[in-house]
Nanobody, 127 residues
Framework: QVRLVESGGGLVQAGDALRLSCAAS????????MGWFRQAPGKERQFVAA????????YYSDSVKGRFTISRDNAKSTVYLQMNGLKPDDTAVYYC????????????????????WGQGTQVTVSA
């Protein structure tokens, strides 16, 4: 089972940028895909971005495409989410996820299924 720890969240103003990090341990990091999801108060968790095991493929939700960039450093067992041009609608708890594990969540169009989750990091964007 992989352990995931997110960091980098905070309170920012609209238009600002943040970079989230997710450090993984417990499995060989360069062998599985990673993703970011978010959940706003009163809403269901939604897919944000994903990256395959060797960073050859990346995927984004329409709501963040062109503003957010997912990347990974397999040597550091870390995945990143660079968020630019933040909007109040981006306010949510952001979760890092890894392929594999129980209760997998499939993301359409990616061929990826996520079953391991971090504890989340809060991102709040003020108007």
């Amino acid at each position: 089972q992989v352990r995931l720890v997110e960091s980098g969240g905070g309170l920012v103003q609209a238009g600002d940028a943040l970079r989230l990090s997710c450090a993984a341990s417990g499995r060989t990091f360069g062998t599985f895909g990673m993703g970011w999801f978010r959940q706003a108060p009163g809403k269901e968790r939604q897919f944000v971005a994903a990256i395959n095991w060797n960073a050859a493929s990346t995927y984004y939700s329409d709501s963040v495409k062109g503003r957010f960039t997912i990347s990974r450093d397999n040597a550091k067992s870390t995945v990143y989410l660079q968020m630019n041009g933040l909007k109040p609608d981006d306010t949510a708890v952001y979760y890092c996820a890894a392929e594999g594990g129980p209760g997998q969540t499939a993301v359409d169009g990616t061929g990826m299924r996520f079953g391991s989750w971090g504890q989340g990091t809060q991102v709040t964007v003020s108007a």
